[in-house]
Nanobody
Framework: VQLQASGGGLVQVGGSLRLSCAAS????????MCWFRQAPGRKREGVSCLSSSDGRTIYSDSVRRRFTVSSDNAKNTVFLQMNDLRPEDTAVYYC?????????????????WGQGTQVTVSS
């Protein structure tokens, strides 16, 4: 099993980045795919999820209307389009997969994790 996150980088305030997470080794369509982030000294927090059961998208209040989660099931890849980036978005971003279809913001609910990709927003 592998979750390979990519697309992070350094961007100025107001800029955009698109993160990708390529999954392999499990049945992608059976898993809800979510993005978490962790800034230095802070807990890992849920950012956005794509539910496998009904296809709905879920966002934290801090990123709603700025971030968009999507997937390409043919390529077993989930994306996170991040617009209007702010300094407080600076963190390592992780993709994760879970089957239970609930408790989306609870890290312990996830079976698989990617290695993380750094996003830095400069002011």
């Amino acid at each position: 099993v592998q979750l390979q996150a990519s697309g992070g980088g350094l961007v100025q305030v107001g800029g955009s980045l698109r993160l990708s997470c390529a999954a392999s080794g499990f049945t992608f369509a059976d898993y809800s795919m979510c993005w978490f982030r962790q800034a230095p000294g802070r807990k890992r927090e849920g950012v956005s999820c794509l539910s496998s059961s009904d296809g709905r998208t879920i966002y934290s209040d801090s990123v709603r209307r700025r971030f968009t989660v999507s997937s390409d099931n043919a390529k077993n890849t989930v994306f996170l389009q991040m617009n209007d980036l702010r300094p407080e978005d600076t963190a390592v971003y992780y993709c994760a997969a879970q089957m239970i279809g609930r408790d989306y913001w609870r890290p312990n609910a996830y079976t698989y994790w990617g290695q993380g990709t750094q996003v830095t927003v400069s002011s």
